[in-house]
């Protein structure tokens, strides 16, 4: 009913660029927070960075000076441009929405499959 795709991961050298993009389609009446996380080895699933639908932002300390979240509401799509790319940044990286299915539902998570992020030395 809904899903999520992710795009943009890859291999870059470190302090290189990447943007990722996640789009969510399906019965989608309207959505709220979204954001992206990521689990890399030996690690949990974490916040990377998440944004209202109106706008605000929140980032782990890790990432913020280095990472852009943005979306574009018309399109289901939150990017996520990631600068100054570091070997400690690898990982897979997860799309996430809190969507409502129709007016009377309660926002439910939805997740992607996941796009992989290798930065290397």
């Known amino acids: 009913q809904v899903q999520l795709v992710e795009s943009g991961g890859g291999l870059v050298q470190a302090g290189g660029s990447l943007r990722l993009s996640c789009a969510a389609s399906?019965?989608?009446?309207?959505?709220?927070?979204m954001g992206w996380y990521l689990q890399g080895p030996g690690k949990q699933r974490e916040l990377v960075a998440l944004i209202t639908n109106g706008g605000s932002v929140n980032y782990a300390d890790a990432v913020k000076g280095r990472f852009t979240i943005s979306r574009d509401n018309a399109k289901n799509t939150v990017y996520l441009r990631m600068n100054s790319l570091k070997p400690e940044d690898t990982a897979v990286y997860y799309c996430?929405?809190?969507?409502?299915?129709?007016?009377?539902?309660?926002?439910?998570?939805?997740w992607g499959q996941g796009t992989q992020v290798t930065v290397s030395s």
């Open positions: 996430n929405a809190f969507v409502r299915t129709t007016s009377y539902s309660p926002f439910r998570s939805y």
């Open positions: 399906g019965n989608i009446f309207s959505i709220n927070a």
